[in-house]
């Protein structure tokens, strides 16, 4: 699952073509994809570098507060490193 937070704040054109200053906020939670490879490198009879990428998918549409601002579907997804070191005991 992937909790979102979503914000925009300024003037936005209404639909009778009046100016109108507002801030909208949407937050949610939504299914997520994700894929991830990883590597470890001995450095040591106990310690290891380790390398991790993931790649991960989700969309989320806002909700009713932006109902004359439509931004569509947002992406969620996208790719991580992870880099780090292990020990085993």
Known sequence: ?????????????ASDLSIVYDRLKSTGLDF????NLGIE?????????TLEVRQSWAEATPGEEFTFVNPGKLD???TSLYMGAAMRF
């Open 1 to 13: 699952m992937a909790y979102w937070a979503y914000e925009e704040e300024g003037d936005f054109v």
């Open 32 to 35: 997520e994809a994700h894929a």
């Open 76 to 78: 969620l997804g996208g």
């Open 41 to 49: 490198f001995p450095i040591a009879p106990d310690w290891y570098l």
